[in-house]
């Protein structure tokens, strides 16, 4: 199975490289073209401002907003989760294709030197925690109807997922651990038809998951 990593800019290899670990076929994508064959597309973090830019110059802003609509999968990485919100909300703005129900702040946490390392209880992925990486992150102020929320962290929600849509303020690919990766390409498996069609497995952990959890 093809997953898609929007090469642009930001950790591409690195989730390229936790794409294949976790046993899925990494693609980069730079033109609307390479999204063909695809099941999901990972937006990696960097700054959104230049990846939206950049997104629109190739007509892929309107070609991703398409296909997720229609039920691929997309997982959005700080930046990439910024550029899937409904709304950004705060002084600083950056293109938002407006998929996710959701309304995020950019670099709420500060500036760069307020990057941290945690771990986070994340119940659809198991009981151990789960290592994160924040590096000028922003934050999901609020969450609309069909939003799941995955984990929180001091009271900020850092992981979220509406249907075959999943963002996390961290950077899981910074890390060893692969399991939102995997959850990932689960969500992208089970949105092959339709976007409501999870897998009961997911479904499964969907409702683990509403057990919230603090960092
Ligand atoms: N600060 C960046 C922005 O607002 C996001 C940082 C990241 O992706 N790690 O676009």
Do not use: W
């Not at 070609?63 to 919100?85: H, N, P, S």
């Not at 950019?106 to 925690?129: C, H, M, V, W």
């Not at 992981?159 to 399991?179: A, S, Y």
């Not at 949105?191 to 479904?203: D, I, K, N, Q, Y």
């Amino acid at each position: 199975m093809k997953i898609g990593i929007l090469a642009i800019q930001g950790s591409v290899i690195e989730h390229a490289r936790a794409i294949d670990n976790a046993g899925a076929q990494a693609v980069e994508v730079r033109t609307c073209r390479d999204l063909e064959g695809i099941r999901g597309l990972v937006m990696p973090g960097g700054e959104s401002t230049t990846i939206g830019k950049l997104l629109k110059l190739e007509g892929l802003d309107v070609e991703i907003a398409k296909r997720v609509k229609k039920g691929m999968g997309v997982y959005g990485t700080c930046a990439g989760a910024i550029l899937l919100a409904k709304e950004i909300v705060g002084g600083q703005k950056a293109l938002n294709l407006g998929l996710m129900n959701i309304q995020i702040q950019r670099n709420a946490y500060g500036r760069q030197l307020d990057s941290f390392e945690t771990e986070l209880d994340i119940p659809a992925l198991g009981k151990s925690p789960v290592p994160a990486v924040f590096i000028r992150a922003p934050k999901i102020v609020s969450t609309g109807a069909g939003v799941e929320i995955l984990a929180e962290c001091n009271g900020e929600i850092v992981m979220c997922q509406e249907n075959n849509i999943l963002v996390t303020t961290f950077h899981p690919e910074m890390t060893d651990d692969l399991r939102v990766h995997k959850y990932f390409i689960n969500i992208a498996k089970g949105t092959a038809g339709s976007p409501h069609a999870l897998p009961s497995e997911l479904l499964f952990s969907k409702q683990l998951s509403r057990k919230l959890a603090k960092c």
